[in-house]
């Protein structure tokens, strides 16, 4: 039983974890490839960026003496994303609407996104140094430990209350995001957008509003994701920037240009990381009772070091682009 | 006064031009037809009036006022609607998400329109919860229209409607053409099937090398045996 609660904690909520900041990051990259065709290499640090805004908010907000019932990181996570959204806003306007207004092709604006992501770096390093910080060096990250012994384990599964946090907001986003692109005229004009652009010009849609939705969208979720990631780990300049990759590999296996492929493909992708890295032997240790004399599991029994998870993100995408090229749901090719 | 008025446009891509002063005028009763041989300028023309390519002379002006290189969003709230000759439906979308972005620059009521819409197009209302990339060619331009029609214009162009499509189709959507121009709609249309075209048409325009060669009613152009010899196939 302790083995089954040992998996719980560490594939099923690490998983999911993982799980909803990838997701939350490929939805931006998904839905700005959709819009606007390129690839947004800077989204990971417009991640970061939006943990550093909302760090700085919770700081201000504890300097001001003001208590909250949940960790300050999450009671000023709709200001951040506000913030965050304009600054997105004034990137696209600063550095990517002048290309795009000069025709640039798509290799331009993904070369532009490298830039932006030094950019931005650079600002966090300037100003934050390239320590690594925490959201809760004042503040107690509460735990919560479902006691099991019940059903005669002795480990509690415990799940942090940034994590349960995450979970909440994470599904009250999708299902807000399914709303809006299947209800709204705005959220309906974006998929029009992403299916057929010129077609979408022809019909009298208001292409540039569409661009600034899609950007006040993925800038606010991207804020979400990395303050989720800060508040799960730690925060450091190159929080996101690390997962940037697995993160696009779950937009393109999801297929890219399509929200809920995004949503399904950084599931996908964080559970196949967690489980490859996942130490077998601890699960299977009983095993060792029946295993004649002289052949005991190895101590460490999983599939990929933890050092090489990123290799997981890669070889699903490999295959993905083999087998399937238009991702899970199909999304544009080009 | 003319509904659309064309004045010696000129226009292009960029580089040489396409069009080199072409003049077009219709009245709201009216169904216009192009017609020409290849590379003689007809969609090009269309695009032209809808701001899709720079005009760099001449000029076009729509119920008296002037729309030269206006864009889209500017154009369809006067009453222009343009249906382009492929990938002229959001294939992932539902027909009647395709109808809605039709409407998308109106902010009144438009669940009339759409029952009009589909009045016109009966099949439509059935397939209204299919993504339109299931349907067939011929149901794809009827929602094309259809999505057209949704901003309730007073100019529909109209990009080879038939193109690509079965000759019963073709009976069909032109039949559907001279219905819409019935209820009041201008109808400004480029077509490959010339003489069946024309047939219909109360104002025709022969366009070659991006100049007007021929104007006159359809019935004058199919009469006139020097555009029957070298444009309509003898």
């Not at chain 2, 395709?98 to 059935?126: C, H, K």
Request: hydrophobic share 50%; charged share 15%.
């Amino acid at each position: 039983m302790d083995e089954l609660i040992f998996f719980i904690n560490r594939v099923l909520i690490s998983g999911t974890v993982l799980g909803s900041i990838y997701a939350l990051g490929a939805i931006g990259i998904t839905l700005i490839f959709g819009i606007l065709r390129f690839a947004h290499f800077a989204h990971g640090d417009m991640m970061t960026m939006g943990a550093f805004i909302a760090f700085v908010l919770a700081g201000v907000l504890a300097s001001a003496g003001i208590v909250t019932p949940l960790p300050t990181g999450v009671v000023v996570l709709p200001v951040a994303m506000v913030l965050a959204a304009i600054i997105a806003l004034g990137i696209d306007k600063s550095f990517y609407a002048p290309l795009r207004q000069r025709g640039a092709r798509p290799v331009t604006l993904l070369i532009a996104s490298i830039g932006v992501t030094l950019m931005i770096q650079g600002v966090i390093r300037l100003i934050f140094g390239s320590g690594t910080r925490s959201f809760f060096a004042d503040e107690t990250k509460d735990i919560f430990r479902i006691d099991m012994s019940w059903a005669g384990a002795q480990r509690p599964i415990s799940v942090t209350e940034p994590q349960v946090i995450m979970f909440v907001v994470t599904a009250l986003l999708v299902v807000a995001l399914h709303l809006f692109l299947t209800r709204s005229r705005l959220g309906k004009a974006m998929r029009a957008m992403a299916d057929n652009a010129d077609l979408a010009q022809v019909s009298g849609i208001n292409t540039a509003l569409v661009v600034r939705v899609t950007w006040v969208i993925a800038g606010s979720l991207a804020c979400v994701a990395g303050t989720m990631l800060a508040l799960d780990v730690a925060l450091m300049p190159d929080l996101a920037f690390n997962i940037v990759l697995p993160i696009f590999a779950a937009a393109i296996v999801g297929g890219l240009g399509h929200a809920y492929g995004a949503i399904v493909g950084g599931f996908l992708i964080a559970f196949a990381e967690t489980l490859a890295v996942f130490n077998w032997t601890a699960v299977l240790r009983p095993l060792n009772a029946v295993l004649p004399e002289g052949m005991a599991l190895p101590p460490n029994l999983s599939l990929v070091p933890t050092e090489y998870k990123l290799t997981v993100a890669f070889i699903i995408l490999v295959i993905t682009l083999l087998a399937r090229p238009t991702g899970i749901f199909k999304g544009a090719s080009t | 006064m003319a509904l659309i008025e064309l004045k010696h446009v000129v226009g292009g891509y960029g580089g040489a031009p396409i069009l080199n002063g072409v003049d077009i005028a219709i009245e709201q009763s009216d169904i216009g037809v192009i017609v020409g041989p290849n590379g003689a300028g007809k969609s090009t023309t269309l695009k032209a009036i809808f701001g899709l390519l720079k005009v760099m002379g001449g000029t076009i002006t729509f119920a008296g006022e002037e729309i030269t290189n206006s864009l889209p969003d500017r154009l369809v709230p006067k009453g222009l609607s343009f249906v382009p000759q492929e990938k002229n439906v959001f294939t992932s979308m539902t027909v009647e998400e395709n109808l809605e972005m039709g409407a998308f620059t109106r902010t009144d009521d438009f669940s009339d329109t759409m029952g009009w819409v589909y009045q016109m197009f009966p099949i439509l209302r059935e397939k209204r919860r299919q993504p339109a990339g299931e349907l067939s060619g011929g149901q794809r331009q009827m929602v094309a229209m259809g999505r057209a029609l949704m901003s309730k214009p007073r100019l529909l162009m109209l990009d080879e409607p038939s193109a690509g499509l079965s000759p019963r189709y073709v009976i069909e959507i032109f039949e559907t053409i001279v219905k819409i121009n019935g209820e009041g709609v201008g109808i400004l249309m480029v077509e490959q099937n010339a003489r069946q075209a024309l047939a219909f048409a109360s104002r025709g325009f022969v366009l070659a090398n991006g100049q007007n060669r021929f104007t006159g009613t359809g019935q004058e152009l199919i009469a006139d045996p020097e555009v029957a010899r070298s444009f309509l196939g003898g």
